[in-house]
């Protein structure tokens, strides 16, 4: 099953934001997905470059993975001195109560 959401829905605070009251020319798209093997189920979100993936593990622990494969999705830079940046964002993207 796959879906397609405002960006703003799946990741708060990135995109959805107006230009003189009409929406950006390019909107990047959130989607989701969820895949279901047997009685196991994962739910994919992705944005851009970028994907959160939910899934219990061993079937007993919630485990919630960030990939960002691009940093501009999350308005970082590229420099290994930016990496502290780049995980304080990618972290507040997750979840409220599923931080580590």
Avoid: W
Avoid at 2 to 19: A, D, E, K, N
Avoid at 22 to 33: D, E, G, L, M, S
Avoid at 86 to 93: D, G, H, I, N, V
């Amino acid at each position: 099953m796959r879906s397609t959401h405002s960006p703003g829905s799946c990741f708060p605070g990135i995109g959805g934001s107006l230009v003189n009251g009409h929406p950006p020319a390019v909107r990047p798209v959130c989607t989701t997905k969820v895949v279901t093997r047997d009685t196991e189920v994962t739910v994919n979100a992705f944005f851009k470059h970028s994907r959160v993936t939910q899934y219990l593990k061993d079937g007993r622990a919630l485990r919630i993975e960030t990939v960002v494969n691009s940093p501009d999705d999350l308005r970082c830079q590229r420099r290994l001195r930016n990496l502290d940046e780049l995980r304080a964002k990618a972290r507040r993207r997750q979840p409220a109560g599923t931080r580590y």
